[in-house]
């Protein structure tokens, strides 16, 4: 199981694990009054998913941790409030899981305890949804198609790519997009209609990055 955040092409992969993790979700349920009737009431949709997890980022190559190289705890806690701060889409996955939904950061909150140096955290993610705003045809007036409305900044959609330079290995480009390269094996299976060898890319070549 691996726990990402992911903003346009910038990814981080939590080094350790919480303990638990649960996603709370609701319905909105809209009650009127008919005369003569009573309370009746009205399904008005599916309510935003929120989650909160709470782990630390470790100043050491702890047995435990979940890989290695990790950024330093302040450099993390830099980046998620850096995030937090612009109000970015983001977009957050448990792996071997069905977590996988665009969010903003609600509440983050860290400490030091222990002299151990770690920094403990508590995050709060708010699922974001998009708006739909339906196109008018200028001509006769009906609606044609609908488009996505951003109310939130920071989230690209545009898929990535990668150009192969001198040196470049499949790990080595994981390594670099997701933080882990042992994750090569994404790349490859995107790009089989041009790689025929995971062992051999060529310069010049332009790679998908899913």
Request: proline letters at 4%.
């Amino acid at each position: 199981m691996e726990i990402w955040l992911r903003q346009a092409n910038n990814s981080f992969r939590f080094p350790i694990l919480p303990t638990s993790f649960e996603i709370n979700g609701n319905t909105t349920i809209n009650t009127s009054n008919i005369l003569n009737i009573g309370d009746i009431a009205v399904f008005g949709g599916l309510g935003l998913k929120s989650i909160e997890i709470a782990s630390f980022f470790p100043s050491q190559e702890y047995s435990f941790c979940n890989y290695n190289g990790f950024p330093k705890p302040y450099d993390c806690v830099n980046l998620i409030q850096g995030w937090m701060k612009e109000g970015f889409i983001l977009r957050f996955i448990i792996t071997e899981t069905n977590v996988n939904f665009e969010c903003i950061i609600s509440d983050f909150n860290y400490k030091e305890q222990d002299c151990s140096r770690d920094v403990y955290f508590t995050l709060s993610l708010k699922e974001y949804r998009r708006i739909k705003i339906s196109k008018v045809n200028a001509k006769d007036g009906n609606l044609s198609s609908s488009i996505d409305l951003p109310i939130t900044k920071g989230f690209e959609t545009k898929q990535k790519t990668h150009k192969v330079i001198e040196g470049d290995t499949l790990f080595k480009i994981a390594k670099k997009y997701y933080g882990n390269g042992d994750l090569w094996h994404k790349i490859y299976e995107a790009n089989k209609d041009k790689i025929k060898s995971p062992n051999i890319i060529q310069n010049g070549w332009i790679l998908i990055v899913p």
